[in-house]
């Protein structure tokens, strides 16, 4: 069964601490997403990466890192340094940077 | 950059009628122009796109039309149902953002039974 795979489903941490998303994908695409996504707003971009071993920034990275050591595998870590880390959190890949992208169920994260 | 504008942000129509939300973009290059509907708590599934080399295409009650010269499109939907409810988004993307989804800011749509 093919798909997007984000967890925890919901996640709470304290304030000070990081805090890695997981997002797996066995669709073997080769683009992989983060988006933020607010109430009431659009989803923005945080990282992407078109190939193992490469990411760039979206409009929003700061406070945020990522890795691709495995084509399946692309986690998001919200570091202390973001100033807002409460948001629901997706993931998203594709098959090349301009095909159609598929999101994952998400991971609402709660930051006190 | 892109910038996409999405109209309106709030919609609620009776069951059977259509429903139309349209889109603005502000880069010419782009050229692949997808709508996801967004169910509460769940992460958005892609219902239609089109490629800029058409200018309507449709599936089923779903539609979604291009202007090119106007940079403007549109999505469709017809005979609306209760399952229809939720939130839309429409996005933009061409080579020259690097497949990078530039979306707008949605559309709550309500369909009364």
């Known amino acids: 069964d093919g798909g997007i795979t984000q967890s925890p489903k919901y996640l709470f941490r304290k304030e000070g601490q990081n805090v890695t998303l997981s997002c797996e994908q066995n669709?073997?695409?080769?683009?992989m997403y983060w988006y933020r996504q607010d109430p009431g707003q659009g989803l923005r971009l945080i990282y992407y990466?078109?190939?193992?071993?490469?990411?760039q920034k979206g409009d929003i990275a700061e406070g945020y890192s990522v890795s691709r050591e495995k084509k399946e595998s692309f986690p998001l870590t919200v570091t202390s340094a973001q100033k807002n880390p409460t948001a629901f959190y997706l993931c998203a890949s594709s098959i090349q940077g301009l095909d159609e992208q598929y999101f994952g169920p998400g991971t609402r994260l709660t930051v006190t | 950059g892109e910038n996409v504008e999405q109209h309106p942000s709030t919609l609620s129509v009776q069951e059977g009628d259509s429903a139309v939300i349209k889109c603005t973009y502000s880069d010419s290059a782009s050229n692949y122009f997808p709508w996801y509907k967004q169910e509460l708590g769940k992460g958005p599934q892609l219902i239609i796109d089109i490629r800029s080399n058409v200018g309507e295409k449709k599936d089923q009650r779903i539609a979604v039309t291009l202007n090119k010269t106007a940079k403007h499109f549109s999505l469709h939907i017809t005979e609306t149902q209760p399952e229809d409810s939720a939130v839309y988004f429409c996005a933009a993307t061409s080579y020259n953002q690097g497949g990078k989804l530039i979306f707008g800011q949605g559309t709550e749509l309500s369909v009364k039974p």
């Open positions: 990466s078109q190939i193992v071993n490469d990411f």
């Open positions: 669709l073997n695409h080769d683009a």
